[in-house]
C-alpha cells in the first residue's frame, strides 16, 4: 500500500478498496476469460453453457425489471424505488445456490432474489407504490420481509437458522445486507451467535462500494471479508460480477452450513451502477470516471463474452432473452393497475394478532368520524397515495 | 395450592410452559447453568437441555433478533433481560422488529416473544439495575405489556404471555422476588383471569388508587393505613399497562370520584399520564377532583442511599391521597 491509497482523512481510497487483487476470487474475467480455480470449479461443474445461458437470462430480466419500475416511479406509479442495476451477478449467482427450503432474510434492494423466489410483480411492488407494508407472504416464497433498518435482518437470518438446526433440518438461512450494515451492530452480533452456535447461516454481504454517499473506506480499514477471521468463520472475498464465482462461493457456504460446521462470511465485491434510490443524486459524492471504470466489469458483458467464445449463439439469445425481459417488464406495467388503494380501516388491521381492546376502540371512533361525511365512504380519499409517499424515503 | 415466592412461581411457570410446548424456548444471559441472577430459571437447563434454555452470548439486539428469526421457523422464544437498564441495546429489535413485523406481514409472521423484565428499584442496587422503562413499550404499537406482582399472578401470567400470538414486554416486580404466595399449579389456562384484566385488590369508597408491580403490596398498605384515617380505598392491580382494562378503572371511579396512580417511573410521559388523561376524557362529570400521580422524580435513577426520595412508598401516596380528597397535604396552598 502507498501513501497515495489513503485520502486526506486517512481512510483508504476506493481505488484500493475495489482493486481486484489476489484474494478475490474471480472465475471469469470482465472480458469473459475463463480461469480455472482448483477449489472453486467443482462446485459449478454441473453449469454447462445451457445453465450458463439460463444465469444470463435471470439477470437480463431482473436488469430490465429493475428499469422498468425505475420507470414507473419517474412516472409517479411508485413513491419510490432502490435500483440494483449491477448487483445481478451478485444476487442471481446466489440466488441460484439455494434450495427451495432455505430462508431467505433481505434488506429492500434484493429485487433480484425476489425474481428467483418467484415473487409476483404485484408483490414486488406494492410496497414501493405505498400500498402495503409488505408484499408477499414470507411463507409462500421462503423470503422474509425485506428490511429497511439496515442490518437488522442479519440477527433474524441467524435465529432462523439456530431454530433450523435445533430441529434437526439441513436447511439454511442467508442474511443479504451491504458495505454500510458491516458497521452496525446487529451484523456484528449476528456473526457473534452464528459463530457461537454454528449456525446454519450464510452471510451474503453486497459490496457496492457506496452507503447511499458514504464510502466503503468509511466502514471498514480493510476487505470486509477479512473481518470473518476475527468472528471464527471463513471469510470468501468473491468478484460479485462473476455470476459463476458468486455460485460457488455461496454453494461453498450453504454446504458448510448443512453440515453443522456452521457460518460463512461472503463479502461479493460489486457496484450500485445507480442511485441508491430514486431519490437520490449520486453525482453530488462520485465520478463519472468511476461509474466510467465500473461499466466495463459488467455482470452481464462478461457472460455473454464467455458464451461467445464458447460458440454460442448469442445473437439469438440475446434476442430471445431480450424478448423475454420484455414480457416481464410489460407484466409488472401492468400489475401497476391491479394494485388496490388499500381501505381506509385497514389501517388498523393486523397491528395485533389477538384482539386489543384499545386498538379497537380507537379503531370504532375513526369508523364514527368517517361517517360523518357525506357518503359516509371509508375509502382512502387521497387517491394515488403513492407519490406522496415518494419524499424522505427509505434510506 | 402451594407456597411459593414470586421468583419460584416464576420458575414453575415456565417449567410448565417448556414442559407443554416443545417451540418454547428460554434465552438469556446467565439463564442455564447459573439459573439466572435471580434463579428464576434455576434447574431448568438441566431438565429442558441446552438448546431449550440456551445461555446466549452478552447481546441485547442479539437475543431479541435471534429470537424474531425463531419466532419466523414456528418457535416461541422467551427472553430474559437481565436487568431493566439493560434493555436499551435490544430497543430497536423490540420497537422496530418484534412489534411491528406482524404489521409489516400483513398478519402473516407471528411474533409470539415474551420479554421477561426485572424492573424497579428499592434494592440498593448499583446504577442501571433498578429502573422502570415500561412506559417506551406501552407506546410502541403491536406489543403487549403487563406487569405481575404477586406469586399466583406470577405462575398464571407468565404462562399466558408464552401462549399469547402477540409479543409481550413481562415485567417483573424485582423486589418482591423473595414474598411468598399461595399458587394453584394445577389451574388450566382457560380458567386463568386474562392478561388483559386488571384485578380490584381492596375494595374501597372514596379513592381509587390505580397502580401495578412492586407498588401493589405498597398500595395495599396505603389502604390499610388510610382506613385507619377513616379513607377506604380501592385498590386497583393494573396488571396490563398496554391494553389498560379501563372498564375496571371507569367502574371504580364512577363510584369514587377520585383518582390516584402511582408507578416508580417517572411523570413525564408515563403510564400515569395517560392513566388520568384517558378517565378525565371517559369520567369527567363524575370526577370530584383532578387525578392526582405520585411517581418517581423526572431524574436518572438515583444511588441507592437516595432511592427512598425517589420512590413512592406509603407516606408520599398517603400524601397523594390527602391531595385528591382536598385535605391538608404537601401542596396545600400551592398552585398544581
Known amino acids: 500500500m502507498t501513501p497515495s491509497d489513503r485520502d486526506a482523512t486517512g481512510l483508504l481510497t476506493q481505488r484500493e478498496l475495489t482493486r481486484p487483487d489476489d484474494d478475490l476470487v474471480q472465475l471469469v474475467t470482465p472480458t469473459g476469460e475463463r480461469h480455472a480455480n482448483a477449489e472453486f470449479d467443482p462446485w459449478i461443474a454441473d453449469i454447462d453453457l445451457g445453465a450458463l445461458g439460463r444465469l444470463y437470462r435471470d439477470m437480463a430480466i431482473v436488469r430490465r425489471i429493475d428499469a422498468e419500475a425505475t420507470a414507473l416511479q419517474r412516472q409517479g406509479e411508485l413513491g419510490l424505488w432502490p435500483p440494483l442495476a449491477g448487483q445481478e451477478a451478485a444476487q442471481i449467482g446466489s440466488g441460484r445456490a439455494l434450495r427451495d427450503d432455505d430462508f431467505i432474510f433481505s434488506s429492500y434492494r434484493e429485487h433480484a432474489l425476489a425474481w428467483v423466489r418467484g415473487v409476483e410483480p404485484a408483490e414486488l411492488l406494492s410496497v414501493w407504490r405505498g400500498t402495503a407494508a409488505s408484499g408477499w407472504n414470507p411463507f409462500e416464497h421462503g423470503m422474509a420481509v425485506p428490511q429497511i433498518i439496515i442490518g437488522a435482518q442479519a440477527l433474524h437470518a441467524t435465529g432462523y437458522a439456530m431454530g433450523a438446526a435445533w430441529e434437526g433440518s439441513d436447511a439454511a438461512a442467508i442474511a443479504f445486507f451491504g458495505d454500510g450494515a458491516t458497521s452496525e451492530g446487529d451484523v456484528n452480533e449476528a456473526f457473534v451467535f452464528a459463530a457461537s452456535f454454528d449456525a446454519p447461516v450464510v452471510f451474503f454481504c453486497q459490496n457496492n462500494q457506496w452507503a447511499i454517499s458514504e464510502p466503503v473506506g468509511l466502514q471498514s480499514k480493510q476487505h470486509l471479508a477479512r473481518r470473518a477471521d476475527g468472528f471464527g468463520m471463513p471469510g470468501v472475498r468473491v468478484d460479485g460480477n462473476d455470476v459463476l464465482a458468486v455460485l460457488a462461493a455461496t454453494r461453498i457456504a450453504l454446504d458448510r452450513a448443512r453440515r453443522g460446521a456452521g457460518p460463512t462470511l461472503i463479502e461479493a465485491v460489486t457496484y450500485r451502477m445507480g442511485p441508491h434510490t430514486t431519490a437520490d443524486d449520486p453525482k453530488r459524492y462520485r465520478t463519472d470516471d468511476e461509474l466510467a471504470e465500473w461499466r466495463e466489469r459488467d455482470p452481464l458483458a462478461r457472460v455473454l463474452a464467455l458464451l461467445e467464445a464458447s460458440g454460442v449463439d448469442i445473437a439469438g439469445l440475446e434476442r430471445d432473452v431480450a424478448a423475454d425481459a420484455d414480457r416481464a417488464a410489460a407484466e409488472l406495467r401492468a400489475a401497476i393497475t391491479t394494485i388496490a388503494d388499500p381501505e381506509a380501516l385497514t389501517v388498523f388491521d393486523h397491528v395485533y394478532a389477538e384482539p386489543n381492546s384499545h386498538l379497537e376502540r380507537q379503531r370504532d371512533h375513526y369508523t364514527r368520524y368517517l361517517s360523518m361525511f357525506d357518503d359516509g365512504s371509508t375509502q382512502n380519499s387521497t387517491g394515488a397515495a403513492a407519490s406522496e409517499t415518494a419524499e424522505g424515503g427509505a434510506r | ?242 391494553p389498560v382494562d379501563y372498564a375496571t378503572i371507569e367502574a371504580s371511579v364512577r363510584r369514587t370520584g377520585r383518582l390516584v396512580i402511582t408507578h416508580e417511573a417517572g411523570q413525564q410521559g408515563g403510564v400515569g399520564a395517560e392513566l388520568a388523561a384517558s378517565i378525565t376524557e371517559r369520567c369527567f362529570e363524575f370526577l370530584e377532583a383532578a387525578p392526582v400521580r405520585v411517581t418517581g422524580h423526572d431524574i436518572p435513577y438515583p444511588p441507592a442511599k437516595l432511592e427512598r426520595h425517589h420512590l413512592p412508598d406509603l407516606d408520599r401516596i398517603l400524601d397523594g391521597i390527602d391531595r385528591v380528597l382536598g385535605r391538608p397535604n404537601s401542596l396545600s396552598g400551592v398552585e398544581a
Open chain 2, 1 to 242: 395450592m402451594t407456597t411459593l415466592t414470586l421468583a419460584k412461581a416464576l420458575n414453575a411457570g415456565l417449567r410448565r410452559a417448556l414442559a407443554d410446548d416443545d417451540k418454547v424456548v428460554l434465552m438469556g444471559e446467565d439463564i442455564g447453568t447459573l439459573g439466572g441472577v435471580f434463579r428464576v430459571t434455576d434447574g431448568l437447563k438441566a431438565e429442558f437441555g441446552a438448546k431449550r434454555v440456551v445461555d446466549t452470548p452478552l447481546s441485547e439486539a442479539g437475543i431479541v433478533g435471534t429470537a424474531v428469526g425463531l419466532a419466523y421457523r414456528g418457535f416461541r422464544p422467551v427472553i430474559e433481560i437481565q436487568f431493566d437498564g439493560f434493555i436499551y441495546p435490544g430497543f430497536d429489535q423490540i420497537v422496530a422488529q418484534v412489534a411491528k413485523l406482524h404489521y409489516r406481514s400483513r398478519g402473516n409472521v407471528r411474533m409470539p416473544i415474551t420479554i421477561r423484565v426485572p424492573f424497579g428499584g428499592g434494592i440498593g442496587a448499583a446504577e442501571h439495575h433498578s429502573e422502570s422503562p415500561e412506559a417506551y413499550f406501552a407506546h410502541t404499537a403491536g406489543l403487549r405489556v403487563v406487569a405481575c406482582s404477586d406469586p399466583a399472578d406470577a405462575y398464571m401470567m407468565v404462562r399466558q404471555a408464552i401462549a399469547s400470538d402477540d409479543p409481550v414486554l413481562f415485567f417483573e416486580p424485582k423486589r418482591r422476588y423473595h414474598v411468598k404466595g399461595e399458587v394453584d399449579e394445577t389451574a388450566s389456562l382457560a380458567d386463568a383471569r386474562p392478561m388483559g384484566v386488571a384485578t380490584t385488590v381492596t375494595t374501597g369508597t372514596d379513592v381509587t388508587l390505580v397502580t401495578y408491580g412492586a407498588l401493589v403490596q405498597t398500595a395495599r398498605d396505603v389502604a390499610t393505613a388510610a382506613a385507619e384515617d377513616g379513607v377506604s380505598v380501592e385498590v386497583i392491580d393494573l396488571r396490563s399497562i398496554a
